[in-house]
């Protein structure tokens, strides 16, 4: 089954704790992108990736980095994370297609997270 | 640049009657558009998209979308609202070129209320 998914679903963490969200897609797609969702802000994008080693900042990078060593996973890390990065997390993935760029994103089930 | 808006935040209807949920968007490049629909504690599903084809676009669950270039605009409709149909949903637009291509950019959401 073609899927985007995520780990953990569900995390409680403290201030300044290092912490992994991780992301795998098994339709060898290129594109892959974080994104965040925040009530009345709809999503906004935090860092995507267009191919292995290739990535770049969204709309809100800042307190996020992430790596793509390989083409299915693309984690989002937090270095040290705070309250105001208390939200609902949603990888996905999508072909790339050159002079097209139409290809429907597919979107893993999300990570909700709480910063204390 | 890109730039997505959903005109309500909150519609309400009740069980039977028509739906229109509206939606603006602005775009450097031809646009890829797309609705998606996210359940009280549920992930993002695809309802319908817009890639260049036709103008009026089917979608799922008996939505249409029409894509007005003169307007610039994506309006969502549904003839009949079912009480399923109750959800947040999002208009989304994909940046088909430039040095953001690929990148999604949604709307604050709307969130519709069905009334038996």
Known sequence: EAQVTQNPRYLITVTGKKLTVTCSQNMNHEYM???RQDPGLGLRQIYYSMNVEVT???DVPE?????RKEKRNFPLIL???SPNQTSLYFCASSRLERGRGQETQYFGPGTRLLVL | AQ???QLDSHVSVSEGTPVLLRCNYSSSYSPSLFWYVQHPNKGLQLLLKYTSAATLVKGINGFEAEFKKSETSFHLTKPSAHMSD???YFCVVRNAGGTSYGKL???Q???LTVHP
């Open chain 1, 79 to 81: 270095e040290s994370p």
């Open chain 1, 33 to 35: 992108s974080w994104y």
């Open chain 1, 56 to 58: 770049d900042k969204g």
């Open chain 2, 109 to 111: 959401g709307t969130i």
């Open chain 2, 3 to 5: 730039s997505v808006t």
């Open chain 2, 86 to 88: 109750a959800a947040e």
């Open chain 1, 63 to 67: 307190g996020y980095k992430v790596s």
């Open chain 2, 105 to 107: 950019t949604f709307g």
